[in-house]
């Protein structure tokens, strides 16, 4: 039997603002992990990476993040990502949750 | 305070408006980010979890008070309205955007301050003993000679492309307040004959492989070291490991080659070093050493602070924990603690910053210092001017009395903002400052340091807090590694590891344990927390944190 795919999200930050951001299904950019692509499959997984890496005026260090299947985050970095810093109210729980 | 020559101010001006113009091709694609990586960071900036950060140098850790106010504004006018000190007595910002940092950089340059040499594999900000020409135990200020470093150091074309970066430290005092023996190399001014000059200590540092600083030379006479500090990084620059980043410090070149083979390499390079430096740089000194002559101290009554400290049990509580013995009669050195309970250590607001501007302006001849341990030092106060100040930093958050005790903690950003960081440190350090403030027992507890990093690279120093806290990730949660018996001071030791971690919910009762043990234990309230450990050694802490595994081990 295969091994069981984690569901991913390509991820990035912002090359002007440095901040978190994810990509949509429809290709653009969105802050708010909620919409998200969520990649079921791997091998799209790894082509909207490499289509995600190539966007080089766009952003900087572009990787996939473990997701669940319903696009929570799976490990507590991506989820300090997803919402800012715990000791002020900054980011992205101020800007966009 | 030193001033910037011509020759500085437009060497800074003109390193912005390259970077300025990096930035522009970095922005309409001309570069790619492995291109413009290596020169952001020769600028100081990083990118971070949420952000870009900037890292702005406070050289050797001074600053006046229009320098701290530009650093307010910039906070407020390009960032969230606050800054953070660190323990390398830098200043970042913690949230601008690519496209203002090189105005950033532009307002800094007009108080004459930079953030070259902040970051990359590059001679760093060097750092010195915060209490640096007022401490009554100082031989001599050791700020010229950071600023004579600096400036030989800045751009040195030999020195640009090192195995990784170099950190050095200086202190005049016999008492190590810049902790030197974790630095790649630590400066100690001394005299021999009634001749000035250092004891240089090599191959200390802190990080995954943590190691003590040795002697390479237990005498260096002052005029031979800019040529001797040559010799030392330029052997290095060649034996140092370039194949693998963990063992690419000095530290680990020494622990490898042996601190005697090492000499033995760096005097035969000093030989060949040494006549190339003709005398200009002490010359240069000597005008440096000019700009730091101590300030005009005044002979006054010091019987306002007197009245006020039989009268006022918050202000008595406050000048016994956070002042310090100033080398000038009636006279004292204020610490201005960064590390309210609950607050981020380290941290400072906009306004905070231009009220300690306002205090150094008024009081405190336009001299400000930011300490390793992330707090705001006005070193030069006549005691009379002590209530007012108080009162000023009481009126806004910055009257904490708790320099030297447990809620006085080194903490890194960890998680919270940095990308390196495997958990996070600033709520472990607000949680203990919180939890033993509510149980008024720091006082009682007394001098204890607490250093907590949030990875193993160990930029809250906690190998040698007197207990350390090391932040790890452990199958996806965040869990805490203890370490007991640190010293960062002269005596400098590394502690050693108490046991398994503790999850983020147990590490603040961990952390209660072990203070309560040390209560039942100590002979009495004279002897400290570290004492006490040398005195008995791990195992009676290790049982109070280990409760349970003592109970299983007797069954």
Same mark, same amino acid.
């Given at each position: 039997?295969?091994?069981?795919?984690?569901?991913?999200?390509?991820?990035?930050?912002?090359?002007?603002?440095?901040?978190?951001?994810?990509?949509?299904?429809?290709?653009?950019?969105?802050?708010?992990?909620?919409?998200?692509?969520?990649?079921?499959?791997?091998?799209?997984?790894?082509?909207?990476?490499?289509?995600?890496?190539?966007?080089?005026?766009?952003?900087?260090?572009?990787?996939?993040?473990?997701?669940?299947?319903?696009?929570?985050?799976?490990?507590?970095?991506?989820?300090?990502?997803?919402?800012?810093?715990?000791?002020?109210?900054?980011?992205?729980?101020?800007?966009?949750? | 305070?030193?001033?910037?020559? +011509?020759?500085?101010?437009?060497?800074?001006?003109?390193?912005? =408006?390259?970077?300025?113009?990096?930035?522009?091709?970095?922005?309409?694609?001309?570069?790619? #980010?492995?291109?413009?990586?290596?020169?952001?960071?020769?600028?100081?900036?990083?990118?971070?979890?949420?952000? !870009?950060?900037?890292?702005?140098?406070?050289?050797? %850790?001074?600053?006046?008070?229009?320098?701290? /106010?530009?650093?307010?504004?910039?906070?407020?006018?390009?960032?969230?309205?606050?800054?953070? $000190?660190?323990?390398?007595?830098?200043?970042?910002?913690?949230?601008?955007?690519?496209?203002d940092v090189p105005d950033m950089l532009d307002a800094l340059a007009q108080v004459q301050m930079h953030a070259i040499q902040t970051s990359g594999n590059t001679i760093r900000?060097?750092?010195?003993?915060?209490?640096?020409?007022?401490?009554?135990?100082?031989?001599?200020?050791?700020?010229?000679?950071?600023?004579?470093?600096?400036?030989?150091?800045?751009?040195?074309?030999?020195?640009?492309?090192?195995?990784?970066?170099?950190?050095?430290?200086?202190?005049? =005092?016999?008492?190590? /307040?810049?902790?030197?023996?974790?630095?790649?190399?630590?400066?100690?001014?001394?005299?021999?004959?009634?001749?000035?000059?250092?004891?240089?200590?090599?191959?200390?540092?802190?990080?995954?492989?943590?190691?003590?600083?040795?002697?390479?030379? @237990?005498?260096?006479?002052?005029?031979?070291?800019?040529?001797?500090?040559?010799?030392?990084?330029?052997?290095?620059?060649?034996?140092?490991? /370039?194949?693998?980043?963990?063992?690419?410090?000095?530290?680990?070149?020494?622990?490898?080659?042996?601190?005697?083979?090492?000499?033995?390499?760096?005097?035969?390079? $000093?030989?060949?070093?040494?006549?190339?430096?003709?005398?200009? +740089?002490?010359?240069?000194?000597?005008?440096?050493?000019?700009?730091?002559?101590?300030?005009?101290?005044?002979?006054?009554?010091?019987?306002?602070? #007197?009245?006020?400290?039989?009268?006022?049990?918050?202000?008595?509580?406050?000048?016994?924990?956070?002042?310090?013995?100033?080398?000038?009669?009636?006279?004292?050195?204020?610490?201005?603690?960064?590390?309210?309970?609950?607050?981020?250590?380290?941290?400072?607001?906009?306004?905070?910053? /231009?009220?300690?501007?306002?205090?150094?302006?008024?009081?405190?001849?336009?001299?400000?210092?930011?300490?390793?341990?992330?707090?705001?030092?006005?070193?030069?106060?006549?005691?009379?001017?002590?209530?007012a100040i108080h009162a000023m930093l009481k009126a806004h958050g910055l009257g904490t009395a708790n320099i030297g005790l447990i809620s006085d903690i080194i903490a890194c950003?960890?998680?919270?903002?940095?990308a390196l960081a495997t958990a996070r440190s600033i709520p472990i350090a607000q949680e203990i400052a919180t939890r033993f403030d509510d149980l008024k027992l720091e006082h009682?507890?007394?001098?204890?340091?607490?250093?907590?990093?949030?990875?193993?690279?160990?930029? %809250?120093?906690?190998?040698?807090?007197?207990?350390?806290?090391?932040?790890? +990730?452990?199958?996806?949660?965040?869990? !805490?590694?203890?370490?007991?018996?640190?010293?960062?001071?002269?005596?400098?030791?590394?502690?050693?590891?108490?046991?398994?971690?503790?999850?983020?919910?147990?590490?603040?009762?961990?952390?209660?344990?072990?203070?309560?043990?040390?209560?039942?234990?100590?002979?009495?309230?004279?002897?400290?927390?570290?004492?006490?450990?040398?005195?008995?050694?791990?195992?009676?802490?290790?049982?109070?944190?280990?409760?349970?595994?003592?109970?299983? @081990?007797?069954?």
């Amino acid at each position: 039997m295969s091994r069981t795919f984690t569901p991913k999200v390509v991820t990035a930050n912002a090359l002007i603002e440095g901040d978190v951001i994810y990509l949509t299904d429809s290709d653009h950019w969105t802050r708010n992990l909620a919409e998200a692509e969520v990649l079921t499959d791997e091998a799209h997984a790894q082509i909207r990476l490499i289509e995600a890496s190539a966007r080089l005026a766009e952003v900087v260090g572009v990787y996939l993040a473990d997701v669940t299947p319903t696009g929570q985050p799976t490990h507590f970095r991506e989820e300090f990502r997803r919402k800012g810093p715990s000791n002020y109210p900054h980011g992205k729980q101020a800007e966009v949750l | 305070m030193y001033r910037y020559t +011509d020759f500085d101010a437009e060497f800074v001006a003109t390193r912005n =408006a390259q970077f300025r113009a990096q930035v522009a091709r970095r922005l309409d694609g001309s570069l790619t #980010e492995d291109e413009f990586k290596p020169l952001r960071l020769m600028n100081g900036l990083y990118l971070q979890l949420h952000a !870009y950060m900037l890292r702005v140098a406070i050289p050797y %850790g001074t600053l006046n008070g229009a320098q701290m /106010r530009a650093l307010a504004m910039i906070s407020e006018r390009w960032d969230k309205g606050y800054g953070h $000190f660190t323990t390398r007595q830098n200043i970042q910002f913690n949230w601008p955007s690519l496209a203002d940092v090189p105005d950033m950089l532009d307002a800094l340059a007009q108080v004459q301050m930079h953030a070259i040499q902040t970051s990359g594999n590059t001679i760093r900000n060097v750092t010195a003993d915060h209490f640096a020409g007022a401490a009554a135990d100082e031989i001599a200020d050791p700020r010229p000679v950071a600023e004579l470093i600096r400036q030989w150091s800045t751009d040195h074309p030999e020195f640009q492309f090192l195995p990784r970066k170099f950190k050095v430290a200086v202190t005049g =005092a016999p008492n190590d /307040r810049a902790v030197t023996k974790a630095h790649d190399i630590g400066l100690r001014m001394v005299e021999r004959h009634g001749q000035p000059g250092f004891e240089v200590i090599v191959g200390g540092g802190l990080g995954r492989t943590p190691m003590i600083g040795k002697v390479i030379r @237990d005498f260096l006479p002052q005029a031979d070291l800019l040529p001797y500090l040559e010799a030392v990084v330029s052997v290095w620059n060649l034996l140092g490991r /370039r194949d693998n980043k963990y063992k690419s410090r000095i530290k680990i070149t020494v622990h490898e080659h042996g601190i005697d083979d090492i000499r033995a390499r760096v005097e035969a390079r $000093f030989a060949e070093l040494r006549p190339a430096f003709t005398g200009v +740089d002490q010359q240069m000194l000597r005008a440096i050493e000019t700009d730091f002559a101590p300030p005009p101290f005044r002979a006054s009554s010091p019987a306002p602070f #007197e009245a006020a400290y039989v009268d006022d049990p918050v202000f008595r509580a406050w000048a016994d924990t956070n002042l310090a013995g100033h080398r000038a009669q009636d006279h004292a050195i204020v610490q201005i603690s960064l590390k309210a309970h609950g607050a981020t250590p380290g941290d400072a607001t906009a306004e905070q910053m /231009r009220v300690m501007a306002d205090l150094a302006e008024r009081y405190g001849h336009d001299e400000l210092r930011i300490s390793h341990e992330q707090n705001v030092v006005i070193p030069h106060v006549h005691k009379s001017d002590l209530p007012a100040i108080h009162a000023m930093l009481k009126a806004h958050g910055l009257g904490t009395a708790n320099i030297g005790l447990i809620s006085d903690i080194i903490a890194c950003p960890g998680m919270d903002y940095c990308a390196l960081a495997t958990a996070r440190s600033i709520p472990i350090a607000q949680e203990i400052a919180t939890r033993f403030d509510d149980l008024k027992l720091e006082h009682d507890i007394g001098d204890l340091k607490i250093k907590i990093s949030g990875c193993i690279n160990a930029c %809250g120093h906690h190998h040698v807090g007197h207990i350390g806290i090391l932040g790890l +990730d452990r199958a996806g949660a965040e869990s !805490y590694q203890i370490t007991l018996g640190g010293d960062h001071t002269e005596t400098a030791t590394v502690g050693t590891r108490a046991g398994p971690g503790f999850g983020a919910d147990d590490i603040v009762p961990a952390i209660e344990r072990l203070v309560q043990a040390y209560l039942d234990l100590r002979t009495d309230r004279s002897e400290t927390f570290l004492q006490t450990y040398r005195r008995l050694g791990l195992a009676p802490f290790k049982t109070a944190l280990y409760p349970d595994q003592v109970r299983a @081990d007797a069954a």
